[in-house]
């Protein structure tokens, strides 16, 4: 069983959006950081919500709302799913899967520390199961015993 910790890279800075930004300057650090959506946080640096790709085409686009001014706040969703350290890797899947998002912001003390995405959840079963097969197949051939 395998937790949120297990998928953090020590050091690692979550990328996060402001709140204050233009719709315009987010959707620039989604195509050069190559992600499809981040955690906004306000000046104190606490979550107060997300924006991610769809929200850019499904509230400013198809609304025809100006990108220049039109802020990040103004078109985030709200209610954000969150998990911490502790969080069991299939509990985050279920709540991604319930609330229908893609992106999970992983809190310490109430602030951002990272950001996993279902890409990510996926790849760490993916791992889980491959290491799995190795050690059966190790077994099966006799070279170690299962515990």
Do not use: W
């Amino acid at each position: 069983m395998f937790h949120v910790r297990n998928l953090i890279a020590p050091g690692v800075r979550p990328y996060l959006l402001s709140c204050e930004q233009s719709v315009l300057d987010a959707s620039k650090f989604f195509r050069d950081s190559h992600i499809g959506g981040a955690p906004v946080v306000n000046e104190s640096n606490d979550l107060v919500g997300f924006c991610s790709e769809r929200d850019l085409v499904y509230r400013v686009i198809a609304q025809e709302l100006d990108v220049e001014t039109t802020l990040v706040r103004d078109v985030m969703s709200r209610d954000v799913v969150t998990a911490d350290m502790d969080s069991r890797i299939e509990d985050c899947e279920r709540m991604m899967r319930e609330a229908h998002v893609r992106h999970l912001p992983v809190l310490e003390e109430g602030r951002v520390i990272a950001c996993l995405s279902l890409r990510d959840l996926l790849r760490s079963e993916l791992d889980d199961s491959t290491i799995q097969v190795e050690r059966l197949s190790k077994y099966i051939r006799g070279e170690i015993l299962l515990s």
